[in-house]
């Protein structure tokens, strides 16, 4: 089966979803150019994560989680895309950068948005929830957001205590591809890892199951 997607700049992209047709076994045969670590596999743009889906066997995508970052009030994947991968979250925020026009206010006004998807959305929860997995992380370019989203993820799953020497000292920052989101590593405060609010709440889960089925 063909999808015809409307993607960057209004360009009709065609993926190919017939399994059977991908030139490459696994993600490793097919890795663009990123940083990548224990917790990420790569760090990339929305039309690679689509190459990736056309040219990978199904199965192995089914080993990495999705973070997808998209301009607010354009399409997300679709999800015939989304149940691809082990598990996904979508978040929408325009990629911005200093100076702006209207000063500190207009700053302020952006990191708001960017905590609210951030924190609403309940990234963290996500991150932990997938940790042991193999992340991909895309916005439209694979350039600002998403390696500043993955900075956010290495700094919170290795439980950075000093986000500026972390910085300064990150693989993704000093990469040649990147030029992070500098509001989004700025203004979003890293939790504390709740490993154990986690673990609580998927043995309610079970005990809720449980009571279900003895109804």
């Not at 509001?183 to 309610?204: G, H, S, W």
Request: negative net charge; contains cysteine; proline residues 4%.
């Amino acid at each position: 089966m063909e999808i015809k997607h409307p993607d960057l700049d209004e360009v009709e992209f065609t993926i190919e979803m017939n399994d059977d047709k991908s030139q490459f076994k696994n993600m490793d045969e097919y890795k663009p150019i990123t940083a990548s670590s224990n917790n990420i596999h790569a760090i990339v743009s929305r039309i690679e994560v689509l190459g990736m889906i056309s040219n990978v066997k199904h199965e192995q995508l089914k080993e990495f989680v999705l973070i997808s970052i998209s301009s607010e009030n354009s399409p997300t994947f679709y999800e015939e895309y989304r149940t691809l991968f082990n598990d996904f979250i979508s978040l929408e925020y325009n990629d911005n950068f200093p100076p702006f026009e209207g000063g500190l206010q207009e700053e302020k006004e952006y990191s708001e948005k960017i905590k609210k998807e951030i924190y609403n959305k309940k990234l963290f929860d996500f991150i932990e929830k997938n940790n042991g997995k193999k992340f991909i992380i895309h916005c439209n370019e694979g350039i600002s957001r998403s390696p500043a989203i993955g900075m956010l993820l290495e700094m919170y799953l290795n439980e950075v205590t000093d986000k500026d020497e972390y910085i300064k000292n990150s693989d993704i920052y000093n990469h040649r591809r990147y030029e992070p989101n500098i509001i989004t590593l700025k203004y979003i405060d890293i939790p504390k890892r709740n490993v154990f609010n986690l673990k609580e709440k998927k043995k309610q889960n079970v005990k809720k199951t449980k009571k279900a089925f003895k109804q």
